[in-house]
Nanobody, 116 residues
Framework: QVQLVESGGGLVQPGGSLRLSCAVSGIMFRIYSMAWYRQAPGKQRELVAVITSSGSTNYADSAKGRFTISRDNAKSTVYLQMNSLKVEDTAVYYC??????????WGQGTQVTVSS
């Protein structure tokens, strides 16, 4: 079965950094785009960053210049390097992939808390 397992979340002070990882199994990882979403309390889930199978990337305005999405096809893992973290980055971060227009998969999420 398809599994997406996130890790790397935690508590960090404003201005700090975290690196999230998402290990994927059950699909031919290298041919699919991967994405990171986040959901803050009381807010809708929002797209943070996307990386295509060819390595092209796209970011939400809030993430540009601070976050970097990358992938390691040999490890079937996608990463989100987050620098210069702000309090408003506090959220549960989810890994996502769409196998088809009607088949989408999510990880369980990893909590990121930015607080002094």
């Amino acid at each position: 079965q398809v599994q997406l397992v996130e890790s790397g979340g935690g508590l960090v002070q404003p201005g700090g950094s975290l690196r999230l990882s998402c290990a994927v199994s059950g699909i031919m990882f290298r041919i699919y785009s991967m994405a990171w979403y986040r959901q803050a309390p009381g807010k809708q889930r929002e797209l943070v960053a996307v990386i295509t199978s060819s390595g092209s990337t796209n970011y939400a305005d809030s993430a540009k210049g601070r976050f970097t999405i990358s992938r390691d096809n040999a490890k079937s893992t996608v990463y989100l390097q987050m620098n210069s973290l702000k309090v408003e980055d506090t959220a549960v971060y989810y890994c996502n992939t769409n196998i088809s227009p009607v088949r989408t998969y999510w990880g369980q999420g990893t909590q990121v808390t930015v607080s002094s």
